[in-house]
């Protein structure tokens, strides 16, 4: 069994930055892809940015790119995502999700892997 566990987290102001990092208990982390998802009240979870087990390849939503940048340090066995120029239409549940498979994760889904429980952030205007 594995686990994942997001922090960072918290309340900004529009236009500050912030990393979130996720934190996993895997065996083999460099056997998963990795992902960050969001998720705003009433709205669906969709997948932020995504990273290869490898490192050598990466995926950003639209509304992100060029703002946030996924990464990960597997000596640590943890994947951060970092957040700049933020906006309050980035509010929501960011949640941390491991794949061993990278395309799993761009359809938005976890099969093979784990969930973490969500960090909340809020951007005020």
């Known amino acids: 069994q594995g686990e994942l566990r997001e922090s960072g987290g918290g309340l900004v102001q529009a236009g500050d930055s912030l990393t979130l990092s996720c934190t996993a208990s895997?065996?083999?982390?460099?056997?998963?892809?990795m992902g960050w998802f969001r998720q705003a009240p009433g709205k669906r979870r969709d997948l932020v940015a995504a990273?290869?087990?490898?490192?050598?390849?990466?995926f950003y939503d639209y509304p992100v790119k060029g703002r946030f940048t996924i990464s990960r340090n597997d000596a640590e066995n943890t994947a951060y995502l970092q957040m700049n120029s933020l906006k309050p239409e980035d509010t929501a549940t960011y949640y941390c999700?491991?794949?061993?498979?990278?395309?799993?994760?761009?359809?938005?889904?976890?099969?093979?892997?784990?969930w973490g429980q969500g960090t909340q952030v809020t951007v005020s205007s």
């Open positions: 990273i290869t087990g490898t490192g050598d390849n990466t």
């Open positions: 999700a491991a794949d061993r498979v990278f395309g799993t994760l761009l359809r938005g889904r976890v099969s093979n892997g784990y």
């Open positions: 895997v065996h083999t982390f460099s056997n998963f892809a």
